[in-house]
């Protein structure tokens, strides 16, 4: 499958959010119920936010057909070289095609001094889970997190790099 990866540009933005929507609903269906998803992804992914991630992190996203397929969301460098992955979301069928890794890849390759990734995925979020494992992460930790009033269960991983 052909496909570009590039840092993400203001033009993005709304594409960007309907990837996290549609990926957020379709992974999160069963886990957490919609009106938790909802308030969640209004809150950590309106115009504002956007734009601060945009000027304060690092944004990659993927386009097939000039369309915007995916994302991925570093945070900077910090002194250790550690670095938080706050997101990698693809569009359901584009899934298990590469493209996730590519995004991560692209991180790796531009954040300079990285040392380890962190990240926070759900627990029942078996596709993120088994992407993440099968990439090198590791569960260092399991913790309960309030989203929006919901209490999930999280995986904190580490993938040295």
């Not at 979301?89 to 531009?110: M, S, W």
């Not at 590791?138 to 269960?153: A, P, Q």
């Amino acid at each position: 499958m052909e496909y570009t990866i590039r840092k993400m540009e203001e033009r993005d933005v709304n594409p960007v959010q309907e990837v996290a929507k549609k990926s957020w609903n379709t992974t999160y269906e069963k886990i957490i119920p919609l009106e938790i998803q909802e308030r969640f992804l209004d809150t950590a992914y309106n115009d504002e936010m956007m734009i601060k991630r945009l000027n304060g992190s690092y944004l990659y996203v993927a386009e097939k057909d000039q369309q915007i397929v995916g994302f991925a969301n570093f945070s900077t460098v910090k002194e250790e070289g550690e670095v938080e992955l706050g997101a990698i979301y693809l569009y359901p069928e584009y899934q298990g095609k590469g493209i996730g890794t590519a995004l991560l890849h692209e991180g790796i390759k531009n954040l300079k001094g990285v040392k380890s990734i962190y990240i926070n995925v759900e627990k029942e979020n078996s596709i993120g889970t088994n992407f993440y494992q099968a990439k090198g992460f590791e569960v260092i930790s399991e913790f309960d997190d309030n989203l929006e009033g919901h209490i999930t269960k999280m995986f904190r991983m580490v993938l040295s790099v």
